[in-house]
């Protein structure tokens, strides 16, 4: 008897096993879209955004955009100029991404560079067109809020679309109380609008929808200077042509093509300084030249 049911349990067993292979063995995997493809329907839904929504700013800087009713009188993001609407163009994925940013204000203090850290606060939403009744509509849902933040966003580490926007921005002036909070002012802040390709794209994330474009109102409270190859020189001062970016050409996926000079790496290498532990590519490590005070600092120095 417990030998049948050994055999039962073990023929039942193996037919489970081969009908979950075959079932799996059956999933057909969607590809991803390509990025040329998807591109034009994110920038069409962000312009779209716009021109049908207006922005509110508080005294505090916190941006509150709504819907224009049906025969509503208040100007668009699009065509009010209370605040400068900006764009930047970044490439990637061979597209030039048009990157919208709303200026609320710019700052006062220094800006970081894409690949420093920042603390920050930021309200996130998503765009979509969601169709009901044959009736598509342009949908804005919120996913994320951080008023208070505690820690720093390394900006090598987040969504491109933040490591393009915040370099355009200024940290503020801080002051301490007695309890030991902390109040900001001055400081960098804006709304940015970001295309699915520069954001989560096919992937996703929590209750974000793949392909979906992003709206991040944020304020820039602090910088956190980095030194990614820690050769002693903070990421910041290898910028050498100071344009608060820096960018690692090697990734053949963000960048099918690599430009002929990269401002930002000394000896040509293809290694940007600020990941390049022999920036000038003499055999001898940056950070054993600046110990000896030789050939980087001659080189290189501000």
Known sequence: MNKFKYYFILSITTLSLFS????????????????????PTDINDIEQYLKTYYVSVSADLDATITKIPDGGTQKSIWDQTEYELKFRTVNRHGVDYK??????NEGVGESPTNTDAVLAAYKGEYLQQVTASEVTTLTVTPFEELKFP???FNLNSVITGWAEIFPQFK????????????SYKDFGAGVMFIPSGLAYYSQGQ????????LVFSFKL????????DADGIPNYLEDLNN????????????????PAVNADDTDGDGIPNYLDIDDDGDGVTTILEIAAGTDYLDKNSK
């Open 221 to 228: 409270y602090e910088i956190q200077r980095l030194d990614s």
């Open 20 to 39: 979950c292979s075959k079932s799996d063995d059956s999933v057909e995997l969607t590809p991803p879209r390509e990025y040329a493809d998807q591109y």
């Open 243 to 258: 344009d608060g970016y820096m960018y690692d050409f090697r990734s053949t996926i963000n960048y099918p093509v690599t």
């Open 99 to 104: 990157v919208y940013y709303l200026v609320l």
């Open 150 to 152: 505690q820690s720093f």
């Open 171 to 182: 940290t503020g002036t801080y002051t301490e109380g007695t309890n030991g909070t902390i």
């Open 206 to 213: 929590g209750a974000i929808p793949s392909y979906t474009p």
